[in-house]
């Protein structure tokens, strides 16, 4: 399973942001995608997730505010994106996109975006 992540920049604080991935490769054994972020001097820290059915899960810092969402219609691509309404200063992070699988290797991870809130 190959990740892209892109979407990542500088917004205002109030504004918006959409975060894209695309999952490639065996795409038919990823259970679920999720975004994780990591900001600096910190550990990382998920963000959001869904199931391959659509079943979401927010960390409490961005219930009401960031919503996650897939299209996994497609055979030969698994998109997720991550939509960033009224970020804050303190979500300031590089933002990762994870995908948990079935077989030898559970999870994988794609280069990371940064996303920089400005106040």
């Known amino acids: 399973v190959q990740l892209q992540a892109s979407g990542g920049g500088l917004v205002q604080a109030g504004g918006s942001l959409r975060l894209s991935c695309a999952a490639s490769?065996?795409?038919?054994?990823?259970?679920?995608m999720g975004w994780y972020r990591q900001a600096p001097g910190k550990q990382r820290e998920l963000v959001a997730t869904i199931t391959r059915s659509g079943s979401t899960a927010y960390a409490n810092f961005v219930k009401g505010r960031f919503t996650i969402s897939r299209d996994n219609a497609k055979n030969t691509v698994y998109l997720v994106w991550l939509q960033m309404n009224s970020p804050k200063p303190e979500d300031t992070a590089v933002y990762y996109c994870?995908?948990?699988?079935?077989?030898?290797?559970?999870?994988?991870w794609g280069h990371g975006t940064q996303v920089t809130v400005s106040s």
């Open positions: 994870n995908a948990n699988a079935d077989g030898p290797i559970r999870t994988y």
């Open positions: 490769g065996s795409i038919s054994r990823i259970n679920v």
